[in-house]
């Protein structure tokens, strides 16, 4: 069992200034393990877009092509403020290619390299909008299998108080939850490891809370400037998303209640009949306890006693066995990428150019939840009307 790690894909040189499909290709912006992304110049319109285009040696892989095809129908197939609008897809001189909308400022991975752990609010606030984007998929019966901070573009919001307009990109390994697992036919894990669910590992059954624990992966990593599991070797990772407890948020983040710590901690359980019934039911929790926070005493970590380890309710059949981890499986510490900065340096990155004028939260608005649902139902996926509501 091995992670699905294509090598980067190789194009024709020269790319740069050539016309595919009535997009002139203007400079290479992105590169991945199927495709590469150039901002392009839409030649009808005149408006400025991103056109992904698929190596043609992966072109060729049946597999490749249909996966890099079902991007453009499954992204194309929600109408949503905070996914990436598709505009045309195809095939150009033998070369696949998806034209999307081009959002100007890097994605959620640059912006916490800059700016390391994030305030609760801000976090949550983020949160927000990459969880009304899964639950809207997920509405479709679409699970998205790989969300991360790269797979999440940022563009400017509308006013000071919504800086940043998330977009959830990146939905070639989106599929229809029905008869889904975590696996493709050759036994290779489909999604990226350090946000990958426990049900993706062992080639469970998937639904939309396989989605919600990697959300909960990227809150943690916002909030703590490292994601949940960082281990040695892809199978000591596997190991620690499958068996280990989630880390102790307040370890990294001493200012932090135990609310919310116990909040990401349920999002992060092994099983998912023990996480929310939706992504929206997390971000409402989550919402309610950094409203509840008291300010802290002083100083960024200041505050809030000593750091607890919090562990998600127990499962109905009772609490699970966990293994004593081999040797290999112990967990490393790495040093952060960023560095820390006083508490005044607690301000919105740097301003992205606007990509459109979308408001920042779509339909779910930027409001107080009304209380959460009950939790999902053993076995099933969450029912009609557990979703919770925003009001204006």
């Given at each position: 069992?091995?992670?699905?790690?294509?090598?980067a894909?190789?194009?024709?040189a020269g790319l740069?200034?050539r016309?595919?499909?009535?997009?002139?290709l203007?400079?290479?912006i992105?590169?991945g393990?199927m495709?590469?992304?150039?901002r392009?110049?839409?030649?009808?319109l005149?408006?400025?877009?991103?056109?992904k285009?698929?190596?043609?040696?992966l072109?060729r892989?049946?597999?490749?092509r249909?996966?890099?095809?079902h991007e453009?129908?499954a992204?194309a197939?929600?109408?949503h403020p905070h996914?990436i609008?598709v505009?045309?897809?195809?095939?150009?001189?033998?070369?696949?290619?998806?034209?999307?909308?081009y959002?100007e400022g890097?994605d959620?991975?640059?912006?916490l390299?800059?700016?390391g752990p994030l305030?609760a609010?801000?976090?949550?606030?983020?949160?927000?909008?990459?969880a009304?984007a899964?639950d809207?998929a997920?509405d479709h019966?679409l699970?998205?299998?790989d969300v991360?901070?790269?797979?999440?573009?940022?563009?400017?919001g509308?006013?000071s108080?919504?800086p940043?307009h998330l977009?959830?990109?990146?939905?070639?390994l989106?599929?229809?939850?029905?008869?889904?697992?975590?696996?493709?036919?050759?036994?290779q894990?489909?999604?990226t490891?350090?946000y990958a669910?426990?049900?993706?590992i062992?080639?469970k059954?998937?639904?939309?809370?396989?989605?919600?624990?990697s959300l909960g992966?990227?809150v943690?990593?916002?909030l703590?400037?490292?994601?949940?599991f960082r281990?040695?070797s892809?199978?000591?990772?596997?190991?620690a998303?499958?068996n280990?407890?989630?880390?102790?948020?307040r370890?990294?983040?001493?200012?932090?209640?135990d609310?919310l710590?116990?909040?990401?901690?349920?999002?992060?359980?092994?099983?998912?009949d023990?996480?929310?019934a939706s992504c929206l039911q997390?971000?409402?929790e989550?919402r309610?306890?950094t409203?509840?926070?008291?300010?802290p005493?002083?100083?960024?970590?200041?505050?809030g006693g000593?750091p607890?380890q919090?562990v998600?309710?127990?499962s109905p059949g009772?609490?699970r066995?966990v293994?004593?981890?081999?040797a290999?499986?112990?967990p490393?510490?790495?040093?952060?990428?960023?560095?820390?900065?006083?508490?005044a340096?607690?301000a919105?990155?740097?301003?992205?150019?606007?990509a459109?004028p979308y408001?920042?939260?779509?339909?779910?608005?930027?409001?107080?939840?009304?209380a959460?649902?009950?939790p999902?139902?053993p076995g099933?996926?969450?029912s009609?009307?557990?979703?919770?509501t925003?009001?204006?």
């Amino acid at each position: 069992m091995t992670s699905e790690r294509p090598s980067a894909p190789s194009l024709p040189a020269g790319l740069v200034g050539r016309k595919v499909a009535g997009y002139r290709l203007e400079s290479e912006i992105g590169r991945g393990g199927m495709a590469v992304v150039y901002r392009a110049k839409d030649l009808r319109l005149g408006r400025t877009v991103a056109v992904k285009l698929l190596a043609p040696e992966l072109a060729r892989n049946e597999v490749f092509r249909q996966r890099f095809m079902h991007e453009s129908e499954a992204a194309a197939a929600i109408d949503h403020p905070h996914i990436i609008p598709v505009f045309q897809a195809g095939e150009h001189d033998g070369i696949l290619f998806i034209a999307m909308r081009y959002v100007e400022g890097g994605d959620l991975r640059a912006l916490l390299s800059r700016s390391g752990p994030l305030p609760a609010p801000r976090a949550t606030r983020l949160a927000l909008q990459i969880a009304s984007a899964l639950d809207a998929a997920h509405d479709h019966d679409l699970v998205h299998r790989d969300v991360k901070p790269g797979n999440v573009l940022v563009a400017a919001g509308t006013d000071s108080e919504h800086p940043e307009h998330l977009y959830l990109a990146d939905f070639g390994l989106t599929k229809k939850s029905l008869s889904l697992s975590g696996l493709t036919s050759v036994g290779q894990i489909v999604g990226t490891l350090d946000y990958a669910a426990p049900e993706q590992i062992s080639g469970k059954p998937l639904d939309g809370r396989c989605d919600q624990y990697s959300l909960g992966c990227v809150v943690f990593e916002m909030l703590a400037g490292t994601p949940p599991f960082r281990r040695e070797s892809d199978l000591a990772l596997l190991w620690a998303h499958l068996n280990d407890p989630p880390p102790a948020l307040r370890e990294h983040r001493p200012d932090l209640s135990d609310a919310l710590a116990a909040v990401v901690a349920r999002a992060l359980a092994k099983t998912p009949d023990e996480r929310y019934a939706s992504c929206l039911q997390f971000v409402a929790e989550l919402r309610a306890a950094t409203a509840a926070e008291d300010a802290p005493a002083g100083g960024r970590w200041g505050g809030g006693g000593p750091p607890t380890q919090v562990v998600p309710v127990a499962s109905p059949g009772g609490p699970r066995a966990v293994p004593e981890p081999p040797a290999w499986a112990v967990p490393v510490v790495h040093p952060p990428s960023w560095s820390p900065v006083p508490s005044a340096s607690f301000a919105p990155a740097a301003s992205f150019a606007p990509a459109a004028p979308y408001p920042p939260y779509g339909p779910y608005g930027p409001a107080a939840p009304v209380a959460p649902s009950a939790p999902a139902e053993p076995g099933g996926n969450r029912s009609a009307g557990s979703r919770p509501t925003w009001t204006p």
